[in-house]
Structures are given as C-alpha cells and as structure tokens.
C-alpha cells in the first residue's frame, strides 16, 4: 500500500491535535508525518505512532515532498500558507474559511458530496463545524421530501474557539468554583461560564453574523442547493465540547416524524437517539456530554413542525455532534482518505 507524506498546518491546536488521532484511528497510510505551528511551538516534540516528532515553524519550504497538507490553522495563515503547498505538488484539505466558498475549490461532507473531491484542484475545503453537524442529518432528509427552507438555533461549545476558548472556560469554571473573581475575557467577548453569547463571528448583512450566514451560503454549495433558504441563530454556550443544534426543515412534500425517523436511522454519519419514554435521559434524546469524542450525529426530538398545519410539511429535530472530530478534524481525514482511494 502506498504510504504518503503528510504535513498538519496547526498541529499544535485543538483541530490539530486531534488530526493526529484520527490519522491513527482511520489508519491512514502515512509514511512521514510533518507537524509545523508558529514559532512558540516549533523544537517541541510531539508523539505519533510511538515516534516523537519535532514541530516545525511553518514556511513555504516546509511543504517540499509533502502529498497531503491537512490545514487546521486560522483564515490568515491558510491563505498565505496554503498554496505554497499547493504550489509544491501537496493536496490540501483546509479546515479555515479562507477558501470554502471559492469556485474552484470543493467543500465537501464526505456523506453528502464525495463526488466533489473529483475535481479538485490542488485544494479542498473542509466546511464550518455548525454546518457539518446540521447537514449530515438535514441530507437523508432532503433526499426523502426535498428541503426548502431550513430554521436553525445552534448552541456552540467553547472549544469551537479553539484550545484558547476551552481554556478560558476551563479557567472561568475553576475561578467560579473556587468564588475567586473571574479573569478578564480574551477569546469571547463576555463571560462564558454561567452564560449565554448570542454572536459567534463578527455582523454581517441585514443583522446576522457570519457564523449564521455560512449555514446557508455552504449549505447552498455542499447540497447543490442554490436556492435553499436559512434562517440561523448561533450562540456560544459553556460547554467545553460538542455543539448542539435545533433544526426545522420545510420540505416539497410532507412526511411524517416516523419516515424521518426511519430515513435518520438508516443515514451514514447519524446515529438516532429518539425515545421520549426512555427513562434514562441519555437514551431519550442526544446531549453533547454523550457525543463528545466521537465521530456521529446523534439526532432525537424528532417531530412534525405544528406551526403550519395547513402545509404539514415540517419537521423539527435537535442533534448534537463533536465539531472538533465529525466537525473539522474527522471529516477533513474522511477526504484525505478518500484522495488515496
Ligand atoms: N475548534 C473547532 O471546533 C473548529 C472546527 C472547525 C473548523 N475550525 C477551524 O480550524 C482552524 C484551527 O482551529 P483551532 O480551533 O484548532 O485553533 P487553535 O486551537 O487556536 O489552533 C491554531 C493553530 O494554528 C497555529 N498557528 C498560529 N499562528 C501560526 C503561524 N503564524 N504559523 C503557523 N501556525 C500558526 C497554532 O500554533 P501555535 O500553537 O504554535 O500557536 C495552532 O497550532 C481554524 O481555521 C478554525 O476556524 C475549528
């Protein structure tokens, strides 16, 4: 089997890190791993498959001989870095915003659109972690009654900020605990720990910010969906791991919660966790304490939108999902794996 070379850019942060895990868990075939991150980082070591690698600074040079580039770093330094990889011959699956919604660049749910990654050109794109999570479930759905028009609610975990954003809700948590005053917010804008944020990214057309439009405007492009209409809400909750969210579709044609059960029950990626009768809580519906650190899209409250008797034709479900792994990290190896197919 062939054995490849392959770079992480960011390996030292949440995403980073766990590519490395899941390189190893989906049994990647790499030959020789490169680990680059900033200058704070590079000299340090770090452990693959009972080797330790050295972290390197990343610069365009670091590329040379690399197949695969995984980019797990932020919009800025993709974009300057990136295509120097390209340049160099490496494939790249990019986890930042800074080419998703490029002509020429695929944005792929390996579930969804896999046929994309065909015609690529040096450079794929990896979609935001609220957008995976709702279109996983959303597409056997779609597949089944077509969907219009899609009402969103998300309830984003800290580590979607990335190891500084657990960080500081791990730090808030502890203060709060120890009734010590809570440090100074740096990664959000207000404290977390014991509250809700209603914005995740800065404001963009007509009031939304841009967290809330890119369910839409990559919802368009991963389902082939030009006109798919959505209307999101994102929130940033204190929890550490795991996003949550609350969805409506409005379909072309009506079904019924149990053909939308059936069709989540049978769908790649998504695990159903519906039963209102459950005694155990865990078993009634998904909660992100249970989906964290593994790679499905567990769905539950699976239920026909009563709002609109006349149509009939919603349905209302809440799921939940790891963003780090099915998020960003699992779901970038998923296309990396299907490129050496
Ligand atoms: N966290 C999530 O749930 C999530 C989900 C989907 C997509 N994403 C996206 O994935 C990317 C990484 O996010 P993250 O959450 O893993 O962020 P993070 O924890 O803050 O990690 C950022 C990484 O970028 C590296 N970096 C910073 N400055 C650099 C430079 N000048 N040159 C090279 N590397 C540099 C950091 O290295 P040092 O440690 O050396 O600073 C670190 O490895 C972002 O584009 C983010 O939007 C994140």
Same mark, same amino acid.
């Given at each position: 089997? /062939? ?6 850019? !960011? ?28 200058? @704070? ?7 693959? @498959? !009972?080797?330790?690698?050295?972290? $390197? ?60 990654? /065909? ?60 009734? $010590?005053?809570? %440090? ?22 007509? !009031? ?11 919802? @368009? ?61 865990? $078993?009634?519906?998904?909660? %992100? ?13 699976? @239920? ?38």
């Amino acid at each position: 089997m /062939k054995q490849y070379t392959v770079a992480i850019l !960011g390996a030292t942060g949440a995403v980073g890190t766990q590519m490395l895990e899941c390189l190893n868990e989906q049994e990647f075939p790499v030959g020789k791993l490169k680990l680059l991150a900033s200058a @704070r980082s590079a000299g340090k070591t770090v452990e693959f @498959r !009972g080797e330790q690698i050295v972290i $390197e600074e990343a610069c365009p040079e670091a590329f040379e001989g690399c197949d695969i580039v995984l980019g797990a770093a932020g919009d800025d330094i993709a974009k300057e870095l990136l295509p120097e990889a390209v340049k160099r011959g490496a494939v790249v699956v990019d986890n930042s915003h800074a080419f998703r919604m490029d002509p020429e660049v695929p944005l792929v749910v390996p579930e969804i659109n896999a046929d994309d990654i /065909k015609w690529h050109h040096g450079l794929i794109a990896n979609p935001n972690c609220a957008t995976i999570i709702g279109l996983v479930p959303t597409w056997p759905l779609h597949q089944l009654a077509g969907v219009k028009r899609m009402i969103v609610s998300t309830y984003q975990a800290a580590s979607g900020a990335g190891a500084p954003g657990m960080a500081e809700l791990e730090a808030q948590l502890a203060a709060l605990g120890r009734g $010590e005053e809570i %440090p100074e917010p740096r990664a959000f804008a207000a404290q977390l720990a014991s509250n809700l944020i209603p914005q995740i990214g800065g404001v963009k057309e007509e !009031g939304f910010t841009s967290e809330e439009m890119k369910l839409q405007n990559e919802g @368009r492009k991963i389902m082939h969906l030009p006109e798919l209409r959505v209307n999101c809400t994102c929130v940033r909750v204190p929890v550490l791991r795991s996003h949550s969210e609350s969805i409506t579709l409005e379909f072309e044609r009506d079904i019924t919660a149990e053909e939308a059960r059936v069709a989540l029950a049978a769908a790649p990626g998504v695990k159903l966790v519906d039963d209102m009768s459950a005694e155990d809580a865990h $078993e009634r519906f998904p909660m %992100p304490m249970d989906t964290s650190d593994q790679d499905l899209i567990w769905v539950g409250r699976v @239920r026909r939108d009563i709002s609109n008797p006349e149509a009939a034709r919603g349905i209302t479900f809440w799921c939940c999902g790891d963003q780090i792994r099915k998020g960003a990290a699992t779901n970038a190896v998923q296309i990396a794996k299907l490129l050496c197919e």
